[in-house]
């Protein structure tokens, strides 16, 4: 099944430990975002890849990077942790901005 | 004022019932508007997507109102598994059609 894969699905790390969380597809869609997300709040973009072309939002912390090597993966860096950083990760694709389809989540946890 | 609005809940029927949501936007400019589904720590799946003349999908109807800018979700016959979290979506309009902002959800609750 065509499906969005994010791994891992679980990831502790500690305060200011560099962690990269990946995300792949077999959609072959050209759009993927890294969206964040907190207890009951709304999933929050971080940025997204239209094709290479990449697309920051304003207020996404330096902290927080991103790579697309190509069209299936797409990787969430985040640089040195802080215990605001803990969330669920959420990446998703679509077919050039239409309905955007998630991954499960991956739950970071910051010690 | 937020982007996207909802009313958190939670809402809590019985089995059978008739529920709606409500979910208004700020940007009158916003072209495409959805529903997603969310389970308890699990990711957003995708409902429905919101058409001008309303869509109907089983016991779902989502419906759009450009003119007071809300779009309206209808669940009938409500089920024990229809208990979760629903988002609406709107689409920006600064990068296309490709980029959404998501309301923070209302919760249902379905009692047997």
């Known amino acids: 099944d065509a499906m969005v894969i994010q791994n891992p699905r679980y990831q502790v790390t500690q305060f200011g430990k560099p962690v990269t969380l990946s995300c792949s597809q077999t959609?072959?869609?050209?759009?993927m975002y890294w969206y964040q997300q907190k207890s009951s709040q709304a999933p929050k973009l971080l940025f997204h890849?239209?094709?290479?072309?990449?697309?920051n939002e304003a207020d996404t912390p330096d902290n927080f990077q991103s790579r697309r090597p190509n069209t299936s993966f797409c990787f969430l860096d985040i640089r040195s942790p802080g215990l605001g950083d803990a969330a669920m990760y959420l990446c998703?694709?679509?077919?050039?901005?239409?309905?955007?389809?998630f991954g499960p989540g991956t739950r970071l946890t910051v010690t | 004022r937020k982007e996207v609005e909802q009313d958190p809940g939670p809402f809590n029927v019985p089995e059978g019932a008739t529920v709606a949501f409500n979910c208004t936007y700020s940007?009158?400019?916003?072209?495409?508007f959805f529903w997603y589904r969310q389970d308890c720590r699990k990711e957003p799946k995708l409902l429905m997507s919101?058409?001008?003349s309303g869509n109907e999908d089983g016991r779902f109807t989502a419906q759009l109102n450009r003119a007071s800018q809300y779009i309206s979700l209808l669940i009938r016959d409500s089920k024990l598994s229809d208990s979760a979290t629903y988002l609406c979506?709107?689409?920006?309009?600064?990068?296309?059609?490709?980029?959404?902002?998501f309301g923070s959800g209302t919760r249902l609750q379905v009692q047997p």
């Open positions: 940007n009158s400019a916003s072209q495409s």
């Open positions: 998703a694709t679509s077919a050039s901005g239409y309905e955007q389809y």
């Open positions: 959609l072959n869609h050209n759009v």
């Open positions: 919101v058409y001008s």
């Open positions: 979506a709107v689409s920006r309009t600064d990068t296309g059609r490709r980029a959404l902002t």
């Open positions: 890849y239209y094709d290479k072309d990449f697309n």
